[in-house]
């Protein structure tokens, strides 16, 4: 009984790790592209990306992903602090800007 009991929990906490994985390759990725194309976008205007407002509009082109994931995507990365959001515009904030350099920036070369 005690083996069923441990092989059960052992299922659960494996589909869990799963889960955890699948949502950090789907969810995650995205927002990490989506400050890629900021950080990228913003640098090409200024040596330092802080506070450059792009268009939701370039960096939806450049992610290739649907309206509606790019905006629970803007809304999620607004709520965390790592960007500011206008009407039509983004900006990366200095937070953001630290975690562009330790999260994302090994997993984009730059080219």
């Known amino acids: 009984m ?9 299922v659960i906490a494996l589909s869990v790790f799963i889960g955890v994985l ?5 969810v995650l990725a995205k927002r ?3 400050l890629h194309q900021l950080w ?3 640098s090409k205007l200024n040596d330092n990306p802080v506070g450059i ?7 939806m082109e ?11 995507s803007i809304q ?10 206008a009407q039509d515009t983004i900006e990366l904030t200095n937070y953001g800007k630290q975690y562009y350099e ?10």
């Open 76 to 85: 999620k990365l607004s709520k965390d602090g790592i960007i500011t959001r």
């Open 53 to 59: 407002p792009i268009k939701k509009l370039r960096i």
């Open 22 to 26: 699948i949502y950090d390759r789907n």
């Open 62 to 72: 450049e992610c290739v992903m649907d309206a509606v994931k790019f905006s629970t």
């Open 40 to 42: 990228r976008m913003a």
């Open 2 to 10: 005690r083996v069923l009991i441990i092989g059960a929990l052992a």
């Open 32 to 34: 990490k592209l989506i």
């Open 102 to 111: 330790f999260k994302v920036k090994n997993d984009h070369p730059s080219y």
